[in-house]
């Protein structure tokens, strides 16, 4: 797949993990957030609880378990840290959670993958 072609899908993968959460509840305050340490691809908010959100779009769901490794998982974690005086409040919980975009299924949201 072209770099291009694959830009094309993680944004439609974004947009739809962003009206899975907005259908859910969560408010969308950040997206494609970028930092020197890595990049967030939602960064979401409902009630006291701010979320960093990994998407990954695959086309079958053992990729998507494949798509996740504890190395993206640490960048988006530093990013996160990076951003939460900017997206934060005093007492809001922070978590990382992702959001795996299979093809012809539903999203599959998974909270606070990451423990640091």
Known sequence: MSRQRAEQKG???????????QLKGWRIIGRRVRTPVGEVDLIARRGR???FVEVKARATARDG?????A?????????AE???????KAG???????IFVIS????H?????WIG
């Open 109 to 113: 949201h998974l909270a606070n993958v």
């Open 71 to 79: 190395y993206r998982l640490r960048r988006v974690a530093a990013a």
């Open 49 to 51: 609880i701010v979320a």
């Open 104 to 107: 012809r299924r539903l999203p």
């Open 11 to 21: 944004r439609r993968a974004e947009a739809f993990a962003a009206l899975w959460l």
């Open 82 to 88: 990076a951003l939460a005086s900017r997206y934060t």
């Open 92 to 98: 809001d919980d922070i978590r990382i959670d992702a």
């Open 65 to 69: 378990d494949l798509a996740l490794d």
